[in-house]
């Protein structure tokens, strides 16, 4: 017996010895009961609480050093940087005292993948950083307007921003709910877009290095969201909601800098359950749930957004039809975004843009399958309707050379289609290559190409959110021996047929006198959501 109990105390001490490690480590990293380093203020007009950092000797004991990274993401030029050749970019980023040069991205009017990022150590005791922006010129040796500001010459071109170490969030000229966007700059903003800058956009992200690697910082985890900083949150949602917390937290949180509300405040709480389906804040008919769908692709859900998902007819037995010039995009998309509006296409890149067999003559019939099978799927329920138009490109419009038309499934319907024919384009684009060219100052075939199907598909797009002012789809107005083209001559406007294939690719915003009309403000983006049959 005696033998026995030697034994079993024998055991008991070696597997002791074997488990304290380990249970000695398991406890290092569980997660502990910290104290709040902030104050709680009730705001009752934004109704939510305002939360003020207090002092901090360290705002993340779980690194050994906090490395702030600002990473350019894409640059674009708004306007002609140069007059006789591309921009030779190349991009100037400050970090409180530290000045990191980009490497130069030559003849590159469009930047689409930078790969570039300037990073470094931060003093861990305070919150908040100071970030500047520069893009630079390296042909003419000058700076680019990628600010809000007015001022002397750096301060109204330069983006000055403040970064927290505390929240992972910025502020300064660029904000959460400004209106290009969080992490977008656009020099329009300034109110410069009928002058000569040059005005470009940049988008860029602001990150700093976390134990779980969730991009929730410390001392966020520990003080306001109550989560562990030791876990990677990802993907989770505690409030079932629908969306998950790094959305929430990316456009859920942001800063107030003045008066007695100086602080955090929430706009949304991801420990709170919201009706998703019913916001809207940006009017673009997309509602936050169909905007987190749309995340992966640049949505905002502060600054409107159109997507457009575009089906090409394949060529002919004869060679009949063409495809849309890929600078066709470009176009659009750089008219759009002087006005904060985010022209996202889907050719095939997004999962859509699909190749439709040829058909010499369509009819409504033809329109009404393709869609179905196309575009929906056919799944009635296809989130992708309601969030995306659709322009179908065929060889011969039979009817016209481009018009816009209705979705019809399950009893509803919605502006949300267009079409496009080549065959009047391609003509167009030869036969009337010097009158077209005069306008655009430019006799390149390509170029000018690529600028009749930009108005084409502005126009029909701009049908889809709803104009249909005077002035529009008049054909009195093309020609100088008719009577409305002196009429509706100042309304310079993509839907005027007098300008919808010279190049001026936009909408009016009415300041040209009478018999102008403002079309930026009457666009109506909601018209894009199914409605019960009128």
Request: glycine fraction near 6%; charged fraction near 20%; proline fraction near 4%.
């Amino acid at each position: 017996m005696k033998r026995n109990v030697v034994k079993l105390i024998c055991t008991l001490v070696v597997l002791v010895t074997m488990v304290l490690p380990t249970s000695a480590l398991a406890k290092q990293k569980q997660p502990v009961t910290f104290t709040k380093q902030s104050t709680e203020i009730y705001d009752s007009q934004i109704n939510r609480n305002v939360i003020t950092p207090l002092s901090c000797t360290d705002f993340d004991p779980l690194v050994d050093n906090i490395t702030v990274t600002v990473a350019i993401n894409e640059i674009r030029a708004l306007k002609t940087i140069n007059r006789f050749s591309n921009p030779d970019f190349y991009a100037k980023v400050k970090i409180n005292d530290q000045t990191f040069i980009s490497d130069v991205w030559e003849n590159m009017q469009y930047v689409e993948h930078p790969n570039w990022s300037a990073f470094c150590v931060v003093p861990k005791d305070k919150e908040f950083v100071n970030i500047t922006i520069e893009l630079w010129d390296k042909n003419a040796g000058s700076l680019c307007d990628i600010s809000p500001d007015y001022g002397n010459y750096t301060q109204a071109r330069t983006a000055e921003l403040t970064y927290s170490i505390a929240t992972g969030i910025w502020w300064g000229d660029d904000y959460l709910e400004d209106p290009s966007g969080y992490g977008r700059l656009n020099g329009c903003d300034d109110n410069s877009i009928h002058e000569v800058e040059k005005d470009c956009e940049l988008f860029f992200t602001i990150s700093q290095n976390d134990f779980d690697g969730d991009g929730l910082p410390y001392w966020l985890e520990v003080n306001m969201y109550n989560t562990s900083p030791l876990i990677n949150n990802r993907g989770e949602d505690a409030d079932n909601d629908g969306i998950p917390i790094e959305w929430e937290y990316t456009f859920g949180l942001t800063y107030i800098e003045w008066g007695h509300d100086e602080g955090y405040y929430f706009i949304y709480d991801p420990f709170h359950w919201e009706n998703f389906t019913a916001l809207d804040e940006d009017e673009d008919g997309l509602n936050d749930i169909e905007e987190y769908k749309a995340w992966q692709w640049g949505s905002d859900p502060f600054r409107p957004d159109i997507f457009i998902e575009i089906d090409q007819m394949a060529k002919g037995p004869s060679g009949e039809g063409a495809f849309v010039p890929v600078q066709t995009y470009d176009m659009l998309r750089t008219s759009y975004a002087k006005h904060n509006v985010f022209w996202h296409i889907d050719d095939g890149r997004l999962g859509g843009g699909e190749i439709i067999p040829f058909k010499g003559i369509i009819n409504d019939q033809d329109l009404s399958q393709w869609y179905w099978t196309y575009f929906m799927h056919k799944d009635a329920h296809n989130w992708r309707r309601g969030v995306f138009r659709w322009c179908i490109i065929v060889y011969n419009g039979t009817w016209a050379k481009g018009f816009t038309f209705s979705s019809r499934i399950n009893g509803t319907s919605a502006l949300d289609c267009f079409l496009i024919a080549t065959n009047y384009h391609e003509m167009r684009s030869k036969i009337f290559l010097i009158i077209d060219g005069c306008y655009r100052r430019t006799f390149n075939r390509e170029l000018n190409r690529a600028c009749v199907y930009a108005g084409a598909m502005m126009h029909e797009t701009g049908h889809t959110l709803g104009l249909y002012n005077p002035g529009v789809d008049n054909s009195e107005t093309i020609w100088p021996w008719q009577t409305d083209f002196w009429r509706y001559g100042p309304y310079k406007s993509v839907m005027n047929y007098r300008y919808i294939y010279n190049g001026v690719n936009d909408y009016s915003d009415g300041s040209n006198g009478k018999n102008d009309f403002d079309d930026w403000s009457v666009i109506d983006l909601t018209l894009i959501n199914p409605r019960i049959h009128w």
